[in-house]
């Protein structure tokens, strides 16, 4: 229910402040599994998905009103979550598992103006 309803919510409780200043900065979390998808991973999968097509249509529908809508699709980041996953295993264009603020960078980044 987080992965997608709590977007949601987040979205519809920001909107009006951002609406009435005429600009704003939405960015929703999603993960690869929005662009890839995983064996056994259906809900999960589902909802990252979910959120990447909420974020676009959010994204259209609040443009003209200077609000910017985007998500973030970071693949495998060290945290507890995570921790179960062997590194020795785990391929990416970083050929490591990320840090959290190297996330949080691009989070800040793409919030600013």
Known sequence: DINL????LGIRAATPTMKAAGRGSIINISSIE??????ACHGYTATKFAVRGL??????ELG???IRVNS??????????????PED?????????AQPHEVSNLVVYLAGD
């Open 89 to 97: 295993i785990f391929q990416s264009a970083l050929g490591r598992i």
């Open 64 to 66: 003209p009103f200077g």
């Open 34 to 39: 929005g662009f890839a998808g995983t064996v």
């Open 72 to 85: 973030v699709h970071p693949g495998l980041v060290k945290t507890p979550m995570a921790d179960w996953v």
């Open 5 to 8: 309803t709590g977007v949601f």
């Open 55 to 60: 974020t676009k249509s959010t994204a259209l």
